[in-house]
């Protein structure tokens, strides 16, 4: 979202603009790094055309997604409002292609896609890390948290964009990172209040976690 965009655009110095495939790309520098940012917009779909236009155009080394999400309040180390969640693995939890098939599994793709990172790099992050569970739905009613966390018990949190980011890069062997702040928990009601006050919060300096792994990697 530009909500989301304009908290990272500082990070380019700097930068250039270029429009592909109706994506506008912001590149710049910042220290031994050539960066690239791009908003892809709210969803799965926009999520894989933004991830594929990126990749093709500017053939990254790295792919970083970062934005919000929603915490569900499971595991014994919930994720709350304003938290960082490093993924440490991404699934779909509103995909099923039918029998002899795994739910929450794209077809031909692993059922969880992993975003392996060196163990000193995460604890130098000092985040939250765990599941991040994905689908085309804004999770704000318990019946919905409780399904996703029938399927998946140990979702630290779900968002609409990260699984189809992850299933790009997985075929275009591309690393990958999630980052999410936690805007939300739609287990604890009134939700969607809690996500419009949170932009209202200061949230940039949970956005810091993505300079500090820019500046580490």
Not at 36 to 45: E, T
Not at 99 to 127: H, I, N, S, Y
Not at 132 to 151: K, M, N, T
Request: net charge negative; aromatic share 6%; hydrophobic share 45%.
């Amino acid at each position: 979202m530009d909500k989301e965009l304009r908290l990272l655009l500082p990070l380019l110095g700097e930068y250039a603009t270029a429009s592909v495939n109706g994506f506008t790309f912001y590149k710049g520098e910042r220290g031994n790094h050539t960066l690239v940012a791009c908003k892809c917009g709210i969803g799965k779909v926009n999520a894989a055309l933004g991830a594929l236009t990126l990749i093709d155009t500017y053939h990254p080394a790295l792919v970083i997604n970062t934005g919000v999400a929603g915490g569900t309040g499971a595991t014994d180390d919930p994720a709350k409002v304003l938290d960082v969640v490093l993924a440490s693995e991404i699934a779909y939890h509103d995909v099923w292609c039918g029998p002899g098939t795994e739910r929450g599994q794209a077809a031909g793709c692993p059922a969880r896609f992993t975003c392996p990172l060196p163990a000193d790099v995460v604890k130098a992050l000092d985040v939250k890390t765990g599941l991040i569970a994905s689908g085309d739905i804004f999770v704000d009613d318990p019946a919905d948290l409780a399904r996703i966390l029938a399927l998946y018990p140990d979702a630290k949190a779900v968002d609409m964009e990260s699984a189809a980011i992850a299933q790009v890069c997985h075929i275009k062997s591309v690393p990958f990172v999630c980052i999410r702040v936690v805007s939300d928990t739609p287990g604890d009601g009134g939700n969607a209040a809690a996500y419009e006050s949170f932009w209202q919060a200061a949230p940039e300096r949970t956005f810091e976690r993505v300079e500090k792994l820019l500046e580490i990697l």
